[in-house]
Each structure stands twice: as C-alpha cells, then as structure tokens.
C-alpha cells in the first residue's frame, strides 16, 4: 500500500459523470499497481478498478465496465478515474490504494493494510 490522497468526489444525478484524482507521495510510483476500491454503506469494500505501472493493462468490475475509465500519470504521480453514466448503485466512498508485487490481474484480490480517507460519491436517482 501507498500513501493517497483522494479527491473529486461529490453529489450527482443518475447518467452524470464525475472524475476522481489520487495523489501519492511515493517515491516509486510509477513501480505499483493503483486502483480504486468503493464501499457503499453497510456494504463490503469492493474492487473497482486497476492500472499497470505504464497504464497499458487495466481491469474492471464488471459493474463498471464500459461507464469507468482508469488512468495514470507517472509524472505527477496521480491516478484518475472517469466515471460516467453513474447510477445510484454507484454510491460510496472510493479508495485508492497501490501494490508494488501484485498484478494488475491480482490487485483486486490483495490485503491492504492501510487505506486512505477516501472521496465520497453520490448519486441520486
């Protein structure tokens, strides 16, 4: 896991869009797997969404597949994700985290220790 800092999130009407921003301070990120997680109230965290160190590889939820788009940037060390067409279902507060072993393919199933504060997401119907 990483340091983060997440931001973007807020109130928005079903099939609007909102972009989520993580920051990390850490110094070999560009060397880790990022991705989001989201937890929906009296709900299980859960996998959203992952990017490979160079943002070649990407996997998805299937719930968000087609509507969220991952991205990076090494240079600024940010992580974005895009979110569109948001349904109610959508509601949460995303985390980022980062894995320096795991595979894009593995991030969804690692044990992070830490998480960040997360930015919350609304969606009304």
């Known amino acids: 896991q990483v340091q983060v800092a997440e931001s973007g999130g807020g109130l928005v009407q079903a099939g609007g869009s909102l972009r989520l921003s993580c920051v990390s301070s850490?110094?070999?990120?560009?060397?880790?797997?990022m991705g989001w997680f989201r937890q929906a109230p009296g709900k299980e965290r859960e996998f959203v969404a992952a990017i490979s160190w160079t943002g070649a590889i990407t996997d998805y939820a299937d719930s968000v597949k087609g509507r969220f788009t991952i991205s990076r940037d090494n240079y600024s060390n940010t992580v974005h994700l895009q979110m569109n067409s948001l349904e109610p279902g959508d509601t949460g507060v995303y985390y980022c985290n980062g894995d320096r072993s795991a595979t894009t393919q593995e991030f969804r199933s690692t044990d992070f220790a830490s998480w960040g504060q997360g930015t919350q997401v609304t969606v009304s119907s």
């Open positions: 850490e110094r070999t990120f560009s060397r880790h797997v």
